[in-house]
C-alpha cells in the first residue's frame, strides 16, 4: 500500500536526532510492550509480513505521532481484535469478559531464550530458474498494490543492476494476506542515486534494496 | 480468522480506539493477557532481561574483532555471513539471514529500513530511536552524505556511498575499517572500540586517544 510507512525519500521529518548514551528503552512501558510482542501468545494467522501490514495501517496522524513500542501496542491490540480474542470493551477494561476460559499455553520464562534463538527461515526452494542474472539492468515494476508489498515507492519505474542472487524467499505480498507464501527469487538490485533522485543527487552513490522477482521486469 | 481483503476498511477504526497514555494502555493490556493466559508476566521479564543485558552491540562488535585479525573469518564472513555467524552463535530473532559488508577507503556502507525498522537485532540488539524515527528513514536513500554529516562523518567525494535499504529478511552488518595504530591491540581491545553506530554505517571506529597522539 502506498502509506505513511514508505518514507524513503520524503522531506520534512526533520534532522536526524542520535541520542548520547541511549537508553535500551526509553520507559519501563516500551520494555513491558517489547516483552509482549515476544512473550505473548499470537493468533497463527499474524506472521510477520501480516504484523508489519497490520502496522502499515495505523492512520497516518498516529503512525507520524506514536513512538515505536506504541505502533507495537497498537498493532497487537489490532490483532486481538481481528482474531477475536479479544474485544473491544476488554481491551479498555483490562478484565476478561465473563464465560471466558483461561488458556494455559503461554510461554514460560524459561522458554524465551531458547525462543530468541530460534532462526525463522525464510528461504524456500523455488522450482522455476531466476529469470535474472547477476550484472542484468532490471526495471523495478511500476505497481500500487493496495495491500502489504516490500517494493518501497522511491524505486517503482527506476532501472538497477541486478548484484546478488538470494534463491527463493516467502513473499510478503502474499503471505500477509493470508494466502500462502508463494515463494519467489529473491535479488539485491543497485540502483544510482542519479536514477532515483535525478541529475542533482551524488554521481557516484547507490542504493541496494531487496527485491522479489515479481517487483522487476528486464530493462 | 482474520477477515481478509478489503482488510485496510477495519483495521484502522480498531487501531483508533485507544485510550491516550501509552504506560495505562501497555498496564491495562498485560493485565488482560494475563488474565486470559495469553502471556506469564515473568516471560515478560526474562524478554526484557534478555534484550536489556545479553543481546547488545558487543555481539556484532566481537564479530568485527574477530574478522579484523583472522582473515579467514573474514573471508567466511564476507562470502556467507549466515552460516559463519550461525557457528559463532548468534542467529535468531531478528538476525536470520545476515550480509556483512565491508567498508574500505573507497567505498561506504550505510543500512536503513525505509520501510519499518528492520535492523540485526541477534547482532546489535535493539535498534536505537533514531534509526526507527521518520528522519532517518526518509532522508538517508536520498541524501545520505548529509545525514551521515549530521552523526559528525564527513565522507570525501571519492568515497563511493552505498546505502543498503532492509526490505527483505536479509539483515544487515557493516565491517567497518579496522583503525590505524591499532597493531598491538588483542581482539578483545579491538572488540571494546567498536560501536553500534560504525556498525550500522553512521560512525568509523575511532582508534583509542593514547594510539591517536
Known sequence: MNGVHDMGGMHGHGPVAPEKGEPVFHARWEARMLGIRRGATFPSE???????????????????????????????????????????????????????????????????????????????????????????????????????????????????????????HVLPDSNAHGKGEAPEHLYTVAFSMQELWGAEASPHDEICADLWESYLEPA | MLKDHPHHHDHPRAHSEVPSDPALRTKTLESLLTEKGLVDPAAIDAWVDAYEKKIGPRRGAAIVARAWVDPAFK????????????????????????????????IHNLVVCTLCSCYPWGLLGLPPRWYKAAPYRARSVMDPRRVLAEFGLALGEEVEVRVWDSTAEIRYLVLPERPAGTDGLSEAEL???????????????????????
Open chain 1, 46 to 168: 499474524v506472521n510477520i509480513d501480516r504484523w508489519r501490514h497490520i502496522r502499515e495501517l495505523i492512520p497516518p496522524h498516529l503512525y507520524l505521532s506514536r513512538s515505536y513500542y506504541d505502533h507495537w501496542y497498537m498493532s497487537y491490540v489490532a490483532a486481538l481484535l481481528q482474531s477475536g480474542w479479544a474485544t473491544a470493551e476488554e481491551i479498555k477494561s483490562g478484565h476478561a469478559g465473563s464465560g471466558t476460559a483461561k488458556r494455559n499455553d503461554a510461554m514460560r520464562p524459561d522458554q524465551a531464550w531458547e525462543s530468541q534463538k530460534t532462526r525463522g527461515v525464510f528461504t524456500r526452494a523455488v522450482e522455476t530458474p531466476p529469470l535474472f542474472a547477476m550484472g542484468q539492468r532490471v526495471r523495478a515494476r511500476n505497481i500500487n498494490p493496495s495491500g502489504h508489498t516490500r517494493l518501497p515507492r522511491y524505486v517503482r519505474g527506476r532501472v538497477g543492476i541486478v548484484g546478488r542472487h538470494h534463491g527463493g
Open chain 2, 75 to 106: 573471508a567466511r564472513l564476507l562470502s556467507d555471513a549466515t552460516g559463519t555467524i550461525e557457528t559463532v552463535g548468534f542467529l535468531g530473532r531478528e538476525a536470520q539471514h545476515v550480509v556483512v559488508l565491508e567498508n574500505t577507503p573507497a
Open chain 2, 191 to 213: 572488540a571494546a572500540l567498536v560501536t553500534r553506530d560504525a556498525m550500522i554505517g553512521v560512525a568509523k571506529v575511532e582508534a583509542p586517544k593514547e594510539a591517536k597522539a
